[in-house]
């Protein structure tokens, strides 16, 4: 499971915690400031704690909307076989984290289109309840809000870059005709960045266009936006990357050969066992053919030679960790996931096949096969 965002649980969606992150409260206190002079020109009797009142309400309608949208990816997500991890709420809105379960285009463009269809969905039903108010009444006001913001969001996150929602569907969509996910992800993640530029060019020319200076406050929202959309494409494209080199991660292209000794032999029969052969490991069975360590040959080396005929091979063995042994077809993320959850720190971790050691597989040799420029 990938590292849960920091933050308070305030319940489960689809078997996964909602988290309110300490982002997210900066953002509310900001949006109510910002949206606050909207609320006083449409009830200017009303006093300062109301207006904050009011405003801070369209916030948490704001944030209810964005959660109704994580949760939409969620319950889909879900549906298509995927696992849950968090839906969080943040400073940008929020995020649905899930793994595992198919890898199919459809279902990744599923899951993307759903959250913004629910925005549009929420703006057409707060654009109804805004015609049943009066115009000048503040839940007129709210209702207005909500099917603006709505609007925009839904509209907005079908954008097609990543990390948008819309880039996910052009991912899919790229995947699905070339046969390659990484070439998806990295045609979106272009695109992406080309819209988070977009948004900055927007906010400086469109003002010109019509005769008027640029806003300064809306450039600075526009970069940081424009920031935010290039660094998540940037960051999906190194992902992405990453993703396609766990896919050939196998541990039959990692693996050292080993040769198998009995517990209780003499450290003798070790250099018989690997003679000729200084590229293998050897490993100690118990009687069970259960791989119980692997012989470290700097231990053998100290043992005198007069020795070596008396001296157990058990006084040379480094333990493996309970059940770290992996399967020799393993490979991708769920390789991953068992180093991760079974090796212990350990250097060497046996491979069997059929219940029967094959190999053992360097714990480092793996991770640095997973970073960028590693070779396998």
């Known amino acids: 499971m990938p590292?849960?965002?920091?933050?308070w649980r305030i319940g489960r969606v689809a078997g996964a915690p909602v988290l309110v992150t300490p982002s997210w409260f900066l953002a509310a206190v900001v949006l109510t400031v910002l949206f606050a002079p909207t609320v006083r020109f449409w009830a200017p009797a009303m006093g300062t704690p109301g207006v904050l009142v009011v405003s801070f309400a369209f916030v948490l309608l704001l944030f209810a909307s964005v959660f109704c949208?994580?949760?939409a990816h969620a319950v889909v997500a879900r549906s298509r076989g995927h696992r849950v991890d968090e839906l969080a709420l943040t400073l940008w809105g929020g995020h649905t984290a899930y793994s595992g379960g198919g890898s199919r285009p459809v279902d990744s463009a599923l899951v993307a289109v759903v959250g913004p269809l629910t925005n549009l969905a929420l703006a057409a039903a707060f654009w109804v309840g805004f015609q049943a108010q009066a115009v000048d009444s503040i839940p007129g006001l709210l209702m207005y809000a909500g099917a603006f913001s709505n609007?925009?969001?839904?509209?907005?996150?079908?954008?097609?870059?990543?990390?948008?929602?819309g880039g996910q569907i052009l991912e899919s969509a790229v995947w699905a005709a070339t046969g390659s996910r990484t070439r998806g992800t990295v045609v979106a993640g272009w695109v992406g960045r080309a819209v988070g530029v977009g948004v900055v060019v927007w906010a400086l020319l469109w003002p010109l266009t019509s005769g008027m200076r640029p806003d300064w406050i809306m450039v600075m929202w526009a970069a940081l936006i424009g920031a935010f959309l290039w660094s998540g494409a940037t960051d999906a494209m190194r992902v992405g990357r990453r993703r396609e080199a766990l896919a050939g991660?196998?541990?039959r292209s990692l693996a050292m050969?080993?040769?198998v000794v009995a517990q209780g032999s003499g450290a003798a029969d070790v250099g018989?066992?690997?003679a000729g052969r200084p590229d293998v490991v050897v490993?100690?069975?118990d009687g069970a053919q259960a791989p119980?360590?692997?012989v470290d040959p700097r231990a053998v080396a100290a043992i005198p030679a007069e020795q070596l005929a008396v001296t157990s091979v058990d006084a040379t063995v480094v333990p493996f960790p309970p059940g770290s042994a992996v399967e020799a077809g393993a490979a991708g993320p769920e390789l991953l996931q068992h180093l991760a959850g079974t090796s212990g720190g350990a250097r060497l971790v046996p491979v069997v096949d059929g219940g029967r050691v094959t190999g053992v597989l360097d714990v480092a040799r793996v991770a640095a096969a997973v970073r960028p420029g590693g070779r396998q």
């Open 3 to 7: 590292p849960r965002t920091s933050g």
């Open 69 to 71: 949208h994580e949760v």
């Open 151 to 165: 609007a925009f969001v839904g509209a907005f996150n079908l954008l097609p870059g990543l990390p948008l929602d």
């Open 249 to 251: 991660l196998t541990v």
């Open 257 to 259: 050969p080993a040769v």
């Open 272 to 274: 018989r066992a690997a």
């Open 283 to 285: 490993v100690v069975v």
């Open 292 to 294: 119980v360590g692997w």
